[in-house]
C-alpha cells in the first residue's frame, strides 16, 4: 500500500514566507504618435513585401586606414570629424547607380524608378527610431554628408527634426553596429524597396592567399522587396558595396 506523505508545519510556514511580499504592478501607457506611426509602417511593409535578405562580410581594413591617415587634416579643413557613415553612403551610391532597381519602388503594379538617391540614415532618439533623408545623397561630398548626419542627430536628441526630413527617401542605411549588433535582418521602410543593415565590425580570422589573417570584419546585410529585385540584382549590389569598401579608391574616382 501506498504510504501518506505529510508535511510538517514548520516546512509550509516556510514555503508561505518565501513568496515575494512586494505586488507584481504592471503599467499601461499609450503609444506615442512616432511609435504608432512606425509599428504600422513597419507591419505593413511585412505584410505587403516579399521580403527577403542576402548577407556578405566586409573587410573594412582599408576604411579604417583610409579614415586613420586622413581623420586629422579632414577635421581641420571642414570643422567636422571624418565617420565611417560617409564611407557607407558613398559605398550605397556607387551600387544603386549600377543597380537601379535597388532604388525604385512598387505602385500597384508599377515599378517607379527614381533618376535621383535619397537615403534615409536610421538614428536613435528619446522618442524612439527616426530615419532623417540625406537628399540627392550621390551629389554629396563626403564632408556635406558627414555634416548632415551630425545635424540628424542632433535634432533627433533635441526632438527637433521637421517632418520634412523624414518622409521621402528612396533607399535606407540602417546601422545597428553603433549599438553593438552582430547580424540581424533588417526592415523595408516602406515604399522603398531595399534596406541595408550594417553591424559591429570585429576582428575575425580570415583567409587570404591561402593564409589565415585577423582582419576587422562586418557583416553586411541587404533586405529587398523580391517583388521586383531578383537575386541577382541584390547580390551584385551588395557585392559592388563591397568592393567599393574594400577599395575605396574607386569612391574617390568613380570606377
Not at 560617409?86 to 549600377?98: C, G, M, R
Amino acid at each position: 500500500a501506498a504510504k501518506s506523505v505529510q508535511v510538517q508545519a514548520p516546512v509550509l510556514q516556510s514555503i508561505v514566507s518565501a513568496q515575494p511580499s512586494s505586488l507584481r504592478e504592471e503599467k499601461r501607457v499609450p503609444m506615442s504618435r512616432l511609435r504608432a506611426r512606425v509599428a504600422e509602417r513597419l507591419v505593413k511593409s511585412q505584410s505587403d513585401a516579399a521580403i527577403l535578405t542576402t548577407f556578405n562580410e566586409v573587410n573594412l581594413g582599408p576604411v579604417m586606414a583610409l579614415r586613420a591617415k586622413y581623420k586629422e587634416s579632414f577635421e581641420k579643413k571642414y570643422g567636422i570629424k571624418l565617420g565611417f557613415m560617409s564611407f557607407f553612403v558613398k559605398a550605397a551610391v556607387y551600387a544603386l547607380q549600377q543597380y537601379p532597381i535597388i532604388n525604385a519602388s512598387v505602385e500597384g503594379s508599377d515599378i517607379i524608378y527614381h533618376n535621383y538617391i535619397d537615403i534615409g540614415v536610421a538614428v536613435g532618439s528619446p522618442r524612439g527610431l527616426v530615419v532623417p533623408v540625406l537628399r540627392d545623397a550621390d551629389q554629396l561630398s563626403f564632408a556635406q554628408i558627414e555634416r548632415q548626419i551630425a545635424d540628424f542627430a542632433k535634432c533627433a536628441a533635441s526632438g527637433k527634426l521637421e517632418l520634412s526630413e523624414l518622409t521621402g527617401g528612396t533607399f535606407t542605411i540602417s546601422n545597428g553596429g553603433v549599438f553593438g549588433s552582430l547580424f540581424s535582418t533588417p526592415i523595408i521602410n516602406p515604399p522603398q524597396s531595399a534596406i541595408l543593415g550594417i553591424h559591429a565590425t570585429k576582428q575575425r580570422p580570415v583567409v587570404e592567399n591561402g593564409e589565415i589573417v585577423i582582419r576587422p570584419m562586418n557583416y553586411f546585410a541587404l533586405s529587398y522587396d523580391h517583388r521586383i529585385i531578383d537575386g541577382r540584382e541584390a547580390v551584385l549590389a551588395l557585392v559592388a558595396m563591397k568592393d567599393a569598401l574594400e577599395d575605396p579608391a574607386r569612391l574617390l574616382l568613380d570606377i
